[in-house]
Each structure stands twice: as structure tokens, then as C-alpha cells.
């Protein structure tokens, strides 16, 4: 059974993942925060990973690296500097060091969320990052795109929407990514034998969708879900008006906010003013 690395495992998407690809996988979890609850294919590697030492410890003998780890909203500047940027980095250079091949690197709708609602892009447009996390987004895509040309690492770059059990409001109608989508596209990521260097969107089959997905079918992506199933309920609760802005752009309230709330905050102890 091949060893995974999940950095950031205490977060949403990582919560989901764990729990779909249990039994899948030997999962090596890793978070600056404690998990909750370790299973018994897990082993629990606590890491901070703006701390190069601390990346190639826990890159140390796995086969892939799913690297969910990083701040996931838009933040200060300082906060998204160590974690997505010297973070990323030193999870790319450690895995190199340590010869693993593969990187799932779950980027985000956000690298791209300067364009307008209504445009499909694939994965060949140029990035518009909607904000500083969207731009610590493209970073990693580079990073990985550099990782993959001049040292053959096989890197799988997933611009996720928005994960959770179902979609939360319209926006979230046309970028929803249900956690079983998610483990199959996970699954390609670690699993197909072509993996070079891919960009795929990390969305269900949303009929709402302003994606053009198809490099993620090529590489044998069947989705399963599709919002339109949530789309009476959650456009009933959507209340009218709203800023222009975040409605024309599909990054929403990225595209004006200085910050966002981290749904999975640092400790104290690690934010630096
Ligand atoms: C993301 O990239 C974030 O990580 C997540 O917390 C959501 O904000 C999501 O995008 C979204 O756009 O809904």
C-alpha cells in the first residue's frame, strides 16, 4: 500500500480527504495543529512547515504528497508569505531531496478568480488571482511547473472550488467539489501513470459550472455530483443585490476583501503582526 503525506490534515478538505481515502492508502497526517482523532492507517506527523527541517522530516519516505498545508484565504501579507510561499517551497525542495516524485498540489479558484462569471476557461488561461492568497496560488502552480520541467517531478495542480458536504450559496453553485469528487481526482493525481505537469479544475460536474474540465476527463475524471440538486434550496436563502463586483467575478468577495475569516487558523503563537 503506498504511503501518502497529507500536509494541513487538520483542515476541511483535509478532514474530508482523510476520511474518503481511509483504508485507500498508508496516510501520513501533518498539521502544525493537533488532529482530533488519528485512525489506524494513520500516523500523525506534526510539522511546521515554514521550517525547511521540519518539511523533510515528514517528506522522509512517501510516495506522493498531497500538500493541502498553507493559509487558505485571503490574510496579511505575512501570514500567507511563510506559509504558502517559503511553506510551499520547502515542501517542493524537500520532497525533491528526499526523491519523492509525485505533488498534489491543491491550488484554488482563486489563482484565476479575476475572471468574469461569464467566461468557461480551462486550463491553458493565464492566471488572474483575485487577491495575495490567490497569488501564493500561482506561486505553487510555478513551483510546480519549474519542479516538474527541470527536475522530472510529476506534479498534479488541482484549482479547487469550494469543498463540503453540499454547495452554500450561488457562487458556490458553480464551483462545488463534493468529497467523494474529490478522492477520485485525488486519485488520478496519485495514481495515473502520465502525470507530468497537469492544471485540472477541483469541482464536481456542476451544470452552473465556469469551468472547462476537460484535462481532468482526459485523465479518466468521471464526477459523480452535480450542485443544480442543492440549486432551488440555496438560490431561495440567496438574498438579492450585492456588490457588483463580486458578482461579475468569479473569486466573489475575494475580488474587494482584505481579509477574509481563516476558517483554520494559525496558533497564536505563530502569526506575526
Ligand atoms: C478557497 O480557495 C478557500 O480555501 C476556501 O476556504 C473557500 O474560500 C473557497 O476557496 C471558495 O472560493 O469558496
Not at 465556469?210 to 479518466?220: H, P
Not at 443585490?241 to 487558523?265: L, M, R, S, T
Request: proline share 5%; aromatic share 10%; with cysteine.
Amino acid at each position: 500500500m503506498k504511503t501518502i503525506l497529507i500536509t494541513g490534515a487538520a483542515g476541511d478538505v483535509g478532514t474530508h480527504l482523510r476520511r474518503e481515502l481511509a483504508g485507500k492508502y498508508v496516510l501520513r497526517v501533518s498539521d502544525l495543529r493537533s488532529l482530533k482523532k488519528i485512525n489506524k492507517q494513520e500516523q500523525f506527523a506534526r510539522a511546521d512547515i515554514s521550517k525547511f527541517s521540519d518539511a523533510l522530516r515528514i517528506t522522509k519516505g512517501v510516495d506522493a504528497v498531497v500538500h493541502l498545508g498553507g493559509y487558505s484565504v485571503e490574510g496579511p501579507w505575512d501570514g500567507i508569505l511563510s506559509a504558502n510561499i517559503i511553506g510551499c517551497y520547502n515542501v517542493f525542495e524537500a520532497a525533491r531531496r528526499n526523491g519523492v516524485k509525485r505533488i498534489l498540489f491543491p491550488t484554488s479558484n482563486h489563482a484565476v478568480g479575476y475572471y468574469r462569471r461569464d467566461q468557461t476557461i480551462d486550463h491553458r488561461v493565464y492566471p488572474k488571482p483575485d487577491s495575495r492568497y490567490g497569488v501564493s496560488k500561482v506561486f505553487g502552480e510555478a513551483l510546480g511547473s519549474l519542479y516538474a520541467d527541470k527536475y522530472g517531478m510529476q506534479v498534479f495542480c488541482m484549482r479547487i472550488g469550494n469543498v463540503g458536504p453540499a454547495p452554500i450559496d450561488k457562487r458556490r453553485l458553480s464551483i462545488w467539489f463534493s468529497p467523494r469528487d474529490l478522492a477520485q481526482l485525488v486519485t488520478i493525481g496519485i495514481e495515473h501513470p502520465e502525470v507530468r505537469f497537469e492544471i485540472v479544475y477541483g469541482v464536481s460536474k456542476n451544470t452552473r459550472s465556469w469551468y472547462d474540465n476537460s484535462n481532468a476527463y482526459r485523465l479518466g475524471y468521471k464526477p459523480q455530483d452535480d450542485s443544480e440538486a442543492y440549486a432551488a434550496q440555496v438560490l431561495g436563502r440567496e438574498k438579492p443585490g450585492g456588490d457588483p463586483k463580486v458578482e461579475a467575478y468569479q473569486g466573489g468577495v475575494f475580488v474587494i476583501a482584505e481579509e477574509i475569516p481563516n476558517p483554520a487558523p494559525l496558533p497564536k503563537t505563530k502569526r506575526r503582526k
